[in-house]
């Protein structure tokens, strides 16, 4: 079991930077593959990023060279670092956790935090 807790959302404009902190409670965080996913308002929610346990990335083609996830296992934590914000990334975000090494869809997903509101202003 692992429970997730998202921070760092808040109210920005376009071209701010934020970023996301997950922490995670529970036994071997190290194993589990972490991703981010945003769903905005009439929307699916969708990955935007992705970390297996290893450490190997994935991202979604609309944030590649702007955002970065990573992951401290030493303080059970996930992170992503957003940059160079646009209007179009205003949603809620979620992070998750996954019993696989690494994933993409959110039904491989086992585990999701409550999320935080990003909003960015044009």
């Known amino acids: 079991q692992v429970q997730l807790v998202e921070s760092g959302g808040g109210l920005v404009q376009a071209g701010d930077s934020l970023r996301l902190d997950c922490a995670a409670s529970?036994?071997?965080?190290?194993?589990?593959?972490m991703g981010w996913f945003r769903q905005a308002p009439g929307k699916e929610r969708e990955l935007v990023a992705a970390?297996?346990?290893?450490?190997?990335?994935y991202y979604a083609d609309s944030v590649k060279g702007r955002f970065t996830i990573s992951r401290d296992n030493a303080k059970n934590a996930a992170y992503l670092q957003m940059n160079s914000l646009k209007p179009e990334d205003t949603a809620v975000y979620y992070c998750a956790a996954t019993a696989a090494v690494f994933a993409t869809t959110p039904v491989r997903y086992a585990y999701w935090g409550q999320g935080t509101q990003v909003t960015v202003s044009s």
């Open positions: 970390i297996s346990s290893g450490g190997s990335t």
């Open positions: 529970g036994r071997s965080f190290s194993s589990y593959g």
